[in-house]
């Protein structure tokens, strides 16, 4: 009875620390992930440099991989190390379940590691640089919100596998993501996509909030361009799609950036010409702003000469067959 006693006194005294307090912040807080860690292999990079978030109050220790730590806590909390020279090291993240936002943002950084293994409390996954990113969409956090990744990565996973309450999507590198457009998240505002990816679908089944829209690939996207979500402010969509139609409507948000290229299919010459004519007549261009209709659609006809000079006259680009 003694021996038990002494147990429960240690136990209350160290609630804590080590394995005790992992259980304790597990069985409070659902698995908060004070016994977590997340690793992340550093290749032939000088310095790796971002931000991380935590939960309200907490603290995450990292191991630089070169016998050297750092603790941080609260959000946007900036982070940069110099090892002094290129070469290869292991990161650790200690107590990870704690993260929820994690970025490298180092130019030139090449940092490696699978998508499983991103800590299960992320809300907010920024990595840019050379980065070899590799594993499957289905297998981001069930929370995450904020997804974007660019280097030479290879991602792949079919799109209705995204997390639900994802509202920015970008993905650049050696991908191949497929799925249809219908199973986006409803939620999501920007999607990015370039790669080996084979997405498809029809442009109507777009989420109603889209601002940006990107897919390059081996993509078969198709549809009405009149179907585009109202508030598109960006629309590029390129690879073996087959847009092919355009019904007309009233365009109350100006796409500063429309490219349309598909490789089948396409607009014949009037739905160009009253593409254009709407473009000119519901919206004002400005300097920058980029309007790319080429491809298999047809060239258009004297019918939108006006409406053309009218757009470049604003400052516009316009590129058509």
Request: net charge negative; aromatic share 12%.
């Amino acid at each position: 009875m003694r021996k038990l006693l002494i147990l429960f006194i240690l136990v209350i005294a160290f609630s804590g620390y080590g394995w005790v307090g992992g259980w304790k912040g597990n069985w409070k807080g659902g698995w908060l992930g004070y016994d977590r860690f997340f690793r992340f292999n550093v290749i032939n990079t000088q310095t790796i440099a971002g931000e991380f978030s935590t939960m309200d109050g907490k603290t995450i220790e990292v191991d630089w991989g070169d016998g050297s730590r750092s603790t941080y806590s609260g959000i946007d909390q900036a982070y940069s190390k110099d090892y002094g020279s290129a070469g290869n090291r292991t990161v650790t993240i200690c107590r990870s379940g704690l993260l929820t936002k994690f970025t490298m943002m180092q130019a030139g950084a090449n940092i490696t590691f699978n998508l499983a293994n991103l800590p299960a409390g992320l809300t907010y996954f920024y990595c840019s640089g050379s980065n070899t990113v590799s594993g499957d969409l289905a297998n981001l956090p069930a929370g995450l919100t904020h997804f974007d990744c660019s280097g030479s990565n290879t991602v792949s996973g079919d799109l209705a596998n995204l997390p639900a309450g994802l509202t920015h999507f970008y993905c650049s590198g050696s991908n191949t993501v497929s799925g249809d457009l219908a199973n986006l998240p409803a939620g999501l505002t920007y999607f990015y996509c370039s790669g080996s990816n084979t997405v498809s679908g029809d442009l109507a089944n777009l989420p109603a909030g889209l601002t940006h829209f990107y897919c390059l690939g081996l993509n078969t996207v198709s549809g009405d361009l009149a179907n585009l979500p109202a508030g598109l402010t960006h629309f590029y969509c390129s690879g073996s799609n087959t847009v092919s139609d355009y019904s007309g409507k009233a365009w109350t948000t100006k796409p500063a950036i429309f490219i349309t290229i598909p490789i089948g299919g396409g607009m014949i010459a009037a739905e160009v010409d009253q593409l254009l004519i709407d473009f000119d007549d519901d919206l004002v261009w400005a300097a920058g702003n980029e309007i790319t209709i080429t491809g298999t659609h047809a060239g258009r006809t004297a019918a939108s000469d006006a409406a053309v000079l009218n757009m470049e006259a604003e400052g516009a680009t316009v590129t058509t067959n």
